[in-house]
């Protein structure tokens, strides 16, 4: 158990619908990052927040959002659903936002767009 | 820009045979590397890492040591077993871009057989 805890572990929706993934970092963790795995993209970097504030974007689709809140939990939000964004979605969080700093990843949300 | 670049898969063993799986990155600073392992139907698990030039890292029997002059990190084992079977990411992370996230390979299945 990494202590990234992400819900919900599954969805399926329908393509045009929006839905928020959510995500708790390790005790103490002050970064945040959200990843999408997908069959033909591989693992891709989507966003990064430390301490509330958006630190670097990545191949992040202007249908997506994200937030990191006071209590530093952060929310994906996916809208304008298509069948492409079906992947699974990673959080991941580390203490700091160093290059030698250990990420650690949730077991991540599967989404399946229909 | 930075890219990890892994041996292509899947790759087949049998329990107890060496194990090496090839990764070389391209990156414009001094980045850290690592493996991450990716067991099926579960996240990403860090298996090892390092931080600098000639650093190996190690665990459950895992090694990779950070070569610079030939920009690798190959993961090695001495004797595999059928629990080893999953997904193993190389990956670095640059140091000197103000955010650390991690670039990725596109991933080694490996599946060891009785």
């Known amino acids: 158990d990494s202590g990234v805890t992400q819900t919900p572990k599954h969805l399926i929706t329908a393509t045009g619908q929006r839905v928020t993934l959510r995500c708790s970092p390790r005790?103490?963790?002050?970064?945040v990052y959200w990843y999408q795995q997908s069959l033909d993209q591989g693992l891709q970097f989507l966003i990064q927040y430390y301490n509330g504030e958006e630190r670097a974007k990545g191949n992040i689709l202007e249908r997506f959002s994200a937030q990191q809140f006071p209590d530093l939990h952060s929310e994906l939000n996916l809208s304008s659903l298509e069948l492409g964004d079906s992947a699974l979605y990673f959080c991941a969080s580390s203490v700091a936002t160093g290059s030698g700093n250990t990420i650690y990843f949730g077991e991540g949300s599967w989404l399946t767009v229909v | 820009g930075d890219s990890v670049t892994q041996m292509e898969g899947p790759v087949t063993l049998s329990e107890e045979a060496f194990l090496t799986i090839n990764c070389t990155y391209t990156a414009t600073g001094y980045p850290s590397l690592f493996w991450y392992v990716q067991y099926p139907g579960e996240g990403l698990q860090l298996l090892l890492k390092a931080t600098k030039a000639d650093d190996k890292g190690s665990n459950k029997g895992f090694e990779a040591t950070y070569r610079k002059e030939t920009t690798s990190f190959h993961l090695e084992k001495g004797s595999v077993q059928v629990s080893d079977s999953a997904v193993y990411f190389c990956a670095l992370s640059e140091s000197g871009a103000g955010s650390y996230q991690l670039t990725f390979g596109k991933g080694t299945k490996l599946s060891v057989i009785p």
């Open positions: 005790s103490g963790d002050l970064s």
